[in-house]
């Protein structure tokens, strides 16, 4: 299947004078990726993000945004279409919270009732409470304006955000946190990230695939995996010893999590001839309020498809979607298993995580 392209670099160059700071560098960004840039200071990373909406001219190559090269676009509606979102934020400090998320809606002269109903609807999103809208950002901690800073960035509903090294300024644990919360987010929104860092760990742990740029070159592109197993040197030195091993614990559990395997609603019978019972040896079933009663053997099943509630073995111990897959591997070792249920607070049922799709990824394979 042909995945569509958000974001197109051919062969895009900058120059200052004589000195060329970004080199001929190309890659493409698929619709709902986060492609993420990473590399020595200087290298030219943030310079290149900044040329996809021109907040930077290119000296020569071509970008594409959704098709179109940027070129033939207007360059305020360029940059208004898409979200941008930087390390200190860069909020305005005589603004309410809501009039800095709304601000983009206030210059495309957008209704207030509907400013004021995306401010509502986006500070929620982002995990922030209604009542920070009327307060200002002074009275906010660096986090939190963080995520202020990532809700204006959405306020217009663009397919593509930058992020220039957004969680740089904050502490670890904030920064841990911001990450989990980008991750939680973009399973819901599923916007086109282009992501900036020099923090190799962040770029394992949100990047599907990641570019590493050196003295304005791309020396290296993939999926970390991809990443960890590559035979260039100074791709090896930069990652460090030990990068295979961060990649597991940096990567989050929902990059592995399977929602295709085989359910029957509890008052129903099993359709023995469904295609999705392939490759499984379980059928989960499926209570009315969505969570899951257990699962039942394929071979326990009567020859109808049908069963009692006595049959139905309860879910073993489940994890959260938030723990990494080096800790959800874990679980399955110690526990004997081959498979995990994985449950959120409100004890929903998100799916199931098997080891052999863990191990699947280190064939690289994170989709």
Known sequence: MTREISVELQKVSKLYGQDKV???????????????????SGCGKTTTLKMINQLIPHSSGNILVNGTDVAELDVVELRRSIGYVIQYIGLLPHLTIQENIAFVLKLTKHPKKMQKDRAEELIETVGLPLNYL??????????????VGVARALAANPDIL??????????????EQLQNEL???????QKTIVFVTHDMQEAFKVGNRIGILRQGKLVCLGTPMEIVKSDDEFV???????????VFDTIPVTRVLQKDFPTARYDQKVDLQAEELEDWENVFIIDSDDSCKGYIPLSSLNSDG??????????????????SVKLAVQEMLWGGRTWLPIVDEKSGFKGIVQFR???GLVAGDRR
């Open 134 to 147: 009327n307060r200002y950002p002074r009275e906010l901690s660096g986090g939190q304006q963080q995520r």
């Open 236 to 246: 090896k030195n930069f990652i460090g010893q030990g990068a295979l091993f961060e």
């Open 357 to 359: 799709s863990c191990a």
């Open 306 to 323: 049908s069963y009692t509630a006595d049959q139905i073995i309860p879910l073993p111990k489940a994890s959260s979607p938030d723990i």
């Open 183 to 189: 991750l939680r987010l973009q399973e819901s929104i």
């Open 162 to 175: 930058l992020m220039d090294e957004p969680f740089g300024a904050v502490d670890p644990l904030t920064r």
């Open 22 to 40: 970004v080199d001929e560098v190309s890659f493409t960004v698929e619709k709902g990726e986060v492609f993420v840039m990473i590399g020595p």
